[in-house]
């Protein structure tokens, strides 16, 4: 906690000034957390202060709160490509990233707890953005662009958090997730010098290659990258205790009548809920059970004891090959491949079809997808066009995207 204070004091956060006549000040809370490494070890111990930005007022305290962060198919796509071109992958951390975004409103909050004396009925006025603020994350995206344009860099119209360097046969790339950094391109030397440049700025922490990210270990060989999320996986099974459970051999029967289930509702429908966030998660490396886990997430409001088994079920294949994940290969094209179906009235309850697809950028899975279509389809013949108007969609993007990202694409792409 007063390492965090001190960070604070001489980051310049706050000035301590008399609350002036009809205004306010917010409360704050500290947050205690452990970080671990990817083996499982304990990293450090954090102490965090956080604002109570749920008591702030629209309009007084604060305007505008939306701030972009990176789409998953965006950082699948860029180490497909960094794969194929031989980038490095360069991993940055900054520290205590939302306290370097500048602060426009007149915000106050009281003395953090365990800091104030007897006394003093001071209040903390805010210069810099805090954690739990509503405007926090956006002051500090705005900050950071700007500091990544004065750099050279262009933001991508695809992908806002996405940053490209192009200049004569320099060509560098930076993609943002919040307070976590991508570094990837062909020259060292510009590399070296943005991870400089942002160090002075803002206080980067440069954990070297690329190994572990969002919860995604990252491993790489001359063969290509493989991404997998073992650890998190294996924590799911912990905690839902069917590590010494027997494996399946698929995570969902065929024909099931799930939707017409008539046994009554769980009385604890919290840990369903939690476990199929979980698994949602895990499908960004697991898309061998996104249907499933899709298919469950339409009875998170009233799930029923076959929803439960059903769940279960899935487990028990992950628990066949918990680390298994995708696999990006160094030899391979730099050319995309759709591939989408769709099946006819699939729902037992509103009889809508279920749109799936699966683009591939040369021999690596980037982008994929299986959702419920919005409307019914009067024939086979529509649920499979709208299934291919969906995939395009995603195709134009993914155009664009890999123009910014130096592997633009000549001629119109295949859809299978």
């Known amino acids: 906690m007063k390492l965090e204070m001190k960070v604070l004091e001489d980051n310049g956060t706050w000035e301590l000034v008399y609350l002036p006549p009809g205004k306010r ?33 629209p309009g007084v305290d604060y305007h505008e709160t939306f701030a972009p962060v990176a789409k998953l198919v965006t950082v ?31 915000v106050y909050m009281k ?47 695809a992908d806002y958090s996405l940053f490209v360097s192009h200049h004569g046969d320099s060509f560098v790339v930076a993609l943002i997730y919040v307070d976590d950094v991508i570094l990837t391109g062909n020259d060292d030397a510009f590399i070296t010098t943005v991870k400089r440049r942002l160090d002075s700025d803002f206080s980067i922490k440069d954990l070297g290659p ?11 060989s001359p063969s290509g ?10 924590d799911i099974l912990e905690d839902s205790g069917l590590t010494g459970g027997r494996p399946s051999a698929f995570p969902m029967e065929q024909h099931n009548q799930l939707a017409l289930a008539e046994t009554p509702p769980i009385t604890d429908p919290g840990q369903y809920r939690r476990l199929i966030g979980r698994l949602l998660y895990l499908t960004i490396t697991r898309p061998d059970i996104q249907y499933a886990v899709n298919f469950l997430c339409q009875f998170i409001d009233s799930p029923k004891r076959e929803h439960v088994e059903a769940a279960a079920r899935i487990l028990r294949y992950l628990k066949r090959a918990p680390g298994q ?13 759709a591939y989408c179906d769709a099946d006819w009235g699939g729902c037992a309850l509103t009889r809508r079809s279920t749109t799936g697809y699966l683009i591939r950028l040369g021999d690596a899975p980037i982008s994929r997808r299986t959702k419920k279509q919005n409307i019914v389809a009067r024939s086979s013949a529509e649920a499979e066009y709208r299934a291919m108007a969906t995939t395009v969609s995603e195709l134009l993007w993914l155009r664009a995207l890999l123009q910014d990202l130096g592997a633009p694409q000549h001629g119109p792409t295949t859809l299978f």
């Open 25 to 57: 000040a917010i409360d704050s809370k500290w947050v205690y957390k452990i970080t671990f490494k990817p083996t499982g070890e304990v990293e450090r111990y954090k102490a965090r202060l956080v604002a109570r930005g749920f008591t702030q007022i």
């Open 76 to 106: 699948r796509c860029l180490i497909a490509v960094a794969a194929v071109r031989g980038w490095p992958l360069h991993q940055l951390d900054v520290n205590n990233a939302f306290l370097h975004g500048d602060l426009e409103e007149e």
């Open 111 to 157: 003395v953090p707890e365990g800091f104030s004396r007897t006394g003093d009925h001071r209040v903390c006025r805010l210069k810099k953005s805090l954690y739990g603020l509503r405007q926090a994350s956006r002051n500090w995206h705005a900050r950071f662009t700007a500091s990544l344009l004065d750099l050279g860099f262009r933001q991508s119209r």
């Open 210 to 220: 690329l190994k572990f990210f969002l919860g995604v270990e990252v491993a790489r």
């Open 225 to 234: 990258i493989v991404l997998n999320q073992r650890k998190y996986a294996m």
């Open 325 to 337: 994940g995708l696999f990006f290969p160094s030899a391979s094209s730099l050319t995309l491949q």
